[in-house]
C-alpha cells in the first residue's frame, strides 16, 4: 500500500464548477498535510498546509482533514482554466530518522472553457 | 516570498562528466532538499541538509552527493554523469521539517 494514495485523474470539471480533490494517507501518525499546485514543465507551489482537522480556506481554495479516516481533501471553488494543474498532496510523517515527508504521485485537474 | 534559485534551468552534459546544480534560498531556512522527478516515478528525495555541513541520504542517494557549506546554499554533485540520471532535478527549503516546501524552478539535465 502507497503511503499517500491520490486518484492520477485527469479529473475533468467545467469552468466555474467545484475541483474536489482526495489524498489518503496510511501513517495514523502523520503530523501535517500540503498540497502542491504543479503545471506542465514547472516546479511544485506550496498552496495550502493544514495541521488539524476540519477546514482551512484560502480564497477559492479549501483544505479539508480528517484524521479519524486519513483523508485530506482540496476544493476549488469557482474553478476557472488557470487551475489546471498537477496537485500533489503531501504528509509529513515522524519516524526513526526524524520528519519525513512524502509526496503522492498528484491529480491531473482539467478545467474546460 | 521565499525564493529558491537554481543555478541552470537546462543544462546539457557528457558521461562521465561531473555536474554541479548549485541552489540558493534566500529565507534563512534551516533545512534544504534535493529531489528529481520522472514522469511515472513522482517526486524522489535524494539527499536533505537541515544543518551547515549536515546531510542524510534521501530514498536515491547512489551516484550523487550534496555540500552544504553555507545556511543559504545547497549543492548537488553528479560525480560521473550517466544516461539514468537525465531528469529534472528540483531544489526545496523549508523553515523546519514539519513545515511545508518552496520549490526552486528545477533544472532540467540532460546526460548524453
Known amino acids: 500500500q502507497k503511503e499517500v494514495e491520490q486518484n492520477s485523474g485527469p479529473l475533468s470539471v467545467p469552468e466555474g464548477a467545484i475541483a474536489s480533490l482526495n489524498c489518503t494517507y496510511s501513517d495514523r501518525g502523520s503530523q501535517s498535510f500540503f498540497w502542491y499546485r504543479q503545471y506542465s514543465g514547472k516546479s511544485p507551489e506550496l498552496i495550502m498546509s493544514?495541521?488539524?482537522?476540519g477546514d482551512k480556506e484560502d480564497g477559492r481554495f479549501t483544505a479539508q482533514l480528517n484524521k479519524a479516516s486519513q483523508y485530506v481533501s482540496l476544493l476549488i471553488r469557482d474553478s476557472q482554466p488557470s487551475d489546471s494543474a498537477t496537485y500533489l498532496c503531501a504528509v509529513i510523517v515522524l519516524g526513526a530518522g526524524g520528519f519525513k515527508t512524502i509526496f503522492g504521485a498528484g491529480t491531473r485537474l482539467f478545467v474546460k472553457a | 516570498d521565499v525564493k529558491v534559485t537554481q543555478s541552470s534551468r537546462y543544462l546539457v552534459k557528457r558521461t562521465g562528466e561531473k555536474v554541479f546544480l548549485e541552489c540558493v534560498q534566500d529565507m534563512d531556512h534551516e533545512n534544504m532538499f534535493w529531489y528529481r522527478q520522472d514522469p511515472g516515478l513522482g517526486l524522489r528525495l535524494i539527499y536533505f541538509s537541515y544543518d551547515v555541513k549536515m546531510k542524510e541520504k534521501g530514498d536515491i542517494p547512489e551516484g550523487y552527493s550534496v555540500s552544504r557549506e553555507k545556511k543559504e546554499r545547497f549543492s548537488l554533485i553528479l560525480e560521473s554523469a550517466s544516461t539514468n540520471q537525465t531528469s529534472m532535478y528540483l531544489c526545496?527549503?523549508?523553515?523546519?521539517?514539519?513545515?511545508?516546501?518552496?520549490f526552486g524552478p528545477g533544472t532540467r539535465l540532460t546526460v548524453l
Open positions: 526545496a527549503s523549508s523553515l523546519s521539517r514539519d513545515r511545508g516546501q518552496f
Open positions: 493544514i495541521y488539524s482537522n
